[in-house]
């Protein structure tokens, strides 16, 4: 009988072993396999592998912290908090697994937890490369928290026009008195002069916590000075305020604006009314743009000319490595309060542009303006019509940059040639302006 209950232990014993080499086995064989699938990037299968290994030998820490990794990099981001967690039971103090486990937090939008874990990591003083890539993500961090955001640009520009009053081509004009077609002449002349002009815009952005869009704020302030001719001087003055929705592959604003101009340091037109934008992502090398604005005109020196305008734009911009191209088609009405000074506008746009080395670019543009009036000025014998055709080019360079890109310093210089035609001679003219400008961004 002691014979046989000694057999037994020993059948007993050997079962023991066996199943456990067994498991061993299996274990090994599915860390294994896990293993290989998170080098080859298969993190679904690595999930999947790891977590048999994980059931068979939930103590192994190895084992959870590959777990977690693959269940990180899959999304499973619950189980990935949930690995680590376990490792720091045991080894409290395991920054590797601190560091993941920050990663998950952030992941999962738990921002504090994310930034707590992080600093304990880069208290213990570790590599340099391990501590700038924590600092990376702790400004990361502090970047979303941020509400307030403000940019812009100012510039200040020295330009030559040779026709700043815009004076006519022709000598003389045919005017309608009493039914009678007589010619005038025109005695205006082309006078050259330096205009120096000074451009301010900012932004304001405001950005809701856990909301799809943003508040923004644009101020713009223009001004133009002329050398002699001080009767053009100009100060244009605009503001506009709404929402901005982002999504994936969009970009949508609304805003509300106003806008004054003075002329000559008197007041000439004011305007208010809505605008809206659309920037669609089509794919990493074309946008679309659309964009419609609506608003009343108020002119200060001509009530006849008071007007509700409104305007469409649409089109592509083309990005193939250094080379950027821009198409846009426009349609304008002007309902003012005189028909004679209201209109039907067509404009189309093309420009190119291109990178260059050492920070230079170079851009050339084409700009075409059909407008047609919808009544007879009593003044002439036939509806106003003129095409407006703008031929511009320009070189830039990049002098100064911040390393954050934040803050920059560029200059251009540019050549426009304008050439107007009308059926009424009084409105055809020629001109050429080259200018030169510095911008500083921030």
Same mark, same amino acid.
């Given at each position: 009988?002691?014979?046989?209950?000694?057999?037994?232990?020993?059948? &007993?014993?050997?079962?023991?072993? =066996?199943?456990q080499?067994?498991?061993?086995?299996?274990?090994?064989?599915?860390?294994?396999?896990?293993?290989?699938?998170?080098?080859?990037?298969?993190?679904?299968?690595?999930?999947?592998?790891?977590?048999?290994?994980?059931?068979?030998?939930?103590?192994?820490?190895?084992?959870?912290?590959?777990?977690?990794?693959?269940?990180?990099?899959?999304? +499973?981001?619950?189980?990935?908090?949930?690995?680590?967690? +376990?490792?720091?039971?045991?080894?409290p103090?395991?920054?590797?697994?601190?560091?993941?486990?920050?990663?998950?937090?952030? +992941?999962? @939008?738990?921002?504090?937890?994310?930034?707590?874990?992080f600093?304990?990591?880069?208290?213990?003083?570790?590599?340099?490369?391990?501590?700038?890539?924590?600092?990376?993500?702790?400004?990361?961090i502090?970047?979303?928290?941020? +509400?307030?955001?403000? *940019? @812009? =640009?100012?510039?200040?520009?020295?330009s030559?026009?040779?026709?700043?009053?815009?004076?006519?081509?022709?000598?003389?004009?045919?005017?309608?008195?009493?039914?009678?077609?007589? #010619?005038?002449? &025109?005695?205006?002349k082309?006078?050259?002069?330096?205009i %120096?002009?000074?451009?301010?815009?900012?932004?304001?952005i %405001?950005?809701?916590?856990?909301?799809?869009?943003?508040?923004k704020?644009?101020?713009?302030?223009?001004?133009?000075?002329?050398g002699?001719q001080?009767?053009?001087? &100009? *100060?244009?003055?605009?503001l506009?305020?709404? #929402?901005?929705?982002?999504g994936?592959?969009?970009?949508?604003?609304?805003?509300?604006?106003?806008?004054?101009?003075?002329?000559?340091?008197?007041?000439?037109?004011?305007?208010?009314?809505?605008?809206?934008?659309?920037?669609?992502?089509?794919?990493?090398t074309?946008?679309?743009?659309?964009?419609?604005?609506?608003?009343?005109?108020?002119? %200060?020196?001509?009530?006849?000319?008071?007007?509700?305008n409104?305007?469409?734009?649409?089109? #592509?911009?083309?990005?193939?490595?250094?080379?950027?191209?821009?198409?846009?088609?426009?349609?304008?009405?002007?309902?003012?309060?005189?028909? %004679?000074?209201?209109?039907?506008?067509?404009?189309? =746009?093309a420009?190119?542009?291109?990178?260059? #080395?050492?920070?230079?670019? =170079?851009?050339?543009?084409f700009r075409?303006?059909?407008?047609?009036?919808?009544?007879?000025?009593?003044?002439?014998?036939s509806?106003?019509?003129d095409?407006?055709?703008?031929?511009?080019?320009?070189?830039?360079?990049?002098?100064?940059?911040?390393?954050?890109?934040?803050?920059?310093?560029?200059?251009? &210089?540019?050549?426009?040639?304008?050439?107007?035609?009308?059926?009424?001679?009084?409105?055809?003219?020629?001109?050429n302006?080259?200018?030169?400008?510095l911008?500083?961004?921030?």
């Amino acid at each position: 009988m002691a014979k046989l209950k000694f057999l037994a232990m020993v059948l &007993i014993a050997l079962h023991l072993c =066996l199943t456990q080499a067994v498991a061993t086995e299996k274990v090994s064989a599915s860390f294994t396999q896990g293993k290989q699938y998170f080098d080859q990037g298969k993190f679904d299968e690595a999930y999947t592998e790891l977590h048999k290994a994980f059931v068979q030998d939930p103590a192994n820490l190895e084992i959870n912290f590959y777990l977690g990794r693959a269940a990180f990099e899959s999304g +499973r981001l619950e189980e990935a908090v949930m690995a680590f967690d +376990r490792i720091l039971i045991a080894e409290p103090d395991l920054e590797r697994a601190k560091l993941e486990l920050a990663r998950a937090h952030l +992941r999962l @939008g738990s921002r504090e937890l994310a930034k707590q874990y992080f600093k304990e990591v880069q208290a213990t003083n570790p590599p340099e490369q391990v501590w700038k890539n924590i600092q990376q993500f702790l400004d990361a961090i502090a970047a979303s928290e941020q +509400r307030h955001f403000i *940019n @812009g =640009l100012f510039s200040f520009g020295f330009s030559h026009d040779d026709n700043v009053n815009v004076a006519p081509t022709e000598s003389s004009v045919n005017v309608n008195l009493g039914g009678l077609t007589l #010619p005038f002449s &025109i005695d205006q002349k082309a006078i050259s002069d330096q205009i %120096y002009n000074t451009t301010l815009v900012a932004n304001h952005i %405001y950005k809701f916590e856990d909301s799809p869009y943003t508040w923004k704020t644009t101020a713009v302030n223009y001004n133009a000075f002329y050398g002699t001719q001080n009767i053009h001087d &100009i *100060n244009f003055l605009s503001l506009a305020s709404g #929402p901005v929705f982002q999504g994936q592959n969009y970009l949508w604003q609304i805003q509300g604006m106003l806008n004054t101009v003075d002329v000559a340091y008197d007041r000439y037109q004011s305007a208010y009314g809505l605008s809206s934008t659309l920037t669609w992502l089509v794919d990493q090398t074309i946008l679309f743009n659309i964009g419609a604005t609506a608003q009343q005109k108020n002119n %200060y020196q001509d009530g006849d000319k008071d007007a509700d305008n409104f305007m469409i734009t649409a089109g #592509p911009v083309f990005t193939l490595g250094p080379d950027r191209f821009t198409l846009s088609l426009g349609k304008e009405l002007e309902n003012a309060a005189h028909d %004679y000074n209201s209109y039907d506008r067509f404009i189309f =746009l093309a420009r190119y542009d291109r990178q260059l #080395p050492l920070d230079f670019a =170079l851009f050339a543009s084409f700009r075409f303006q059909n407008t047609k009036y919808d009544k007879t000025d009593p003044l002439y014998i036939s509806n106003r019509a003129d095409d407006v055709l703008d031929l511009s080019c320009g070189l830039s360079k990049r002098l100064w940059q911040t390393e954050d890109k934040r803050r920059s310093l560029s200059g251009q &210089i540019s050549y426009t040639n304008t050439k107007a035609e009308s059926n009424i001679a009084l409105y055809a003219y020629d001109k050429n302006v080259t200018a030169a400008e510095l911008t500083f961004a921030f």
